[in-house]
């Protein structure tokens, strides 16, 4: 998230940051820091570029799609993928639709995170523009995308263990072995 907020304009960023609370704004000001340190230049020229290999990644592609496939997910892949975001950017996503996992993902969080959230989702603020609204739709299509590729590889990394133990142990598994008794 802060990398794209890095990309954007002076005038959008600034909006974006006055919209966080001081110590929010605190930690994504030391993280844009840090962006220019290690000179990722400011703008959105190169942001295009990253968000169409970000859009290359997700299968679907298609916004309507996307938020769809958002609306479709399980809570707990939901609470996965925005784990490590700040409350001021899920309360962003919260706002973009009344997600299906929406209520159970807010009655989830610890009590001062849910309080908080409650406050930012009650909180008036004008519409995303709809680049940056696309960009936030389709960066949380990609962690979603991104989880279930891993969830695959882990899925296929058991199975291989399990064909190899059975292997290794020879005539069969001890269930087999048992059976044959």
Known sequence: AALYL????EEDRHWMLEALSEEERESVHATLIELDEMGVPRGNAWLTELHAIDR??????????????????????????LESEPDW???LLLKQKVWSWRQGYISN???QKREHL??????????????????????LAMRLNNLKLESAEGFEA???DAHRNERAAGKGSRWSRLWRR
């Open 158 to 160: 058991a199975l291989a």
């Open 118 to 139: 409650l406050r930012l989702l009650e909180t008036p603020e004008q519409p995303l523009r709809p680049k940056v609204k696309a960009a936030l739709i389709g960066a």
């Open 109 to 111: 969080q610890y009590l």
């Open 56 to 81: 290359q990644e997700i299968a679907c592609g298609d916004p309507d799609t996307e938020i769809e496939k958002i609306d479709e997910a399980s809570l707990p892949d939901i609470t996965q993928a």
């Open 6 to 9: 890095h990309g954007l304009g």
């Open 89 to 91: 950017v899920v309360a």
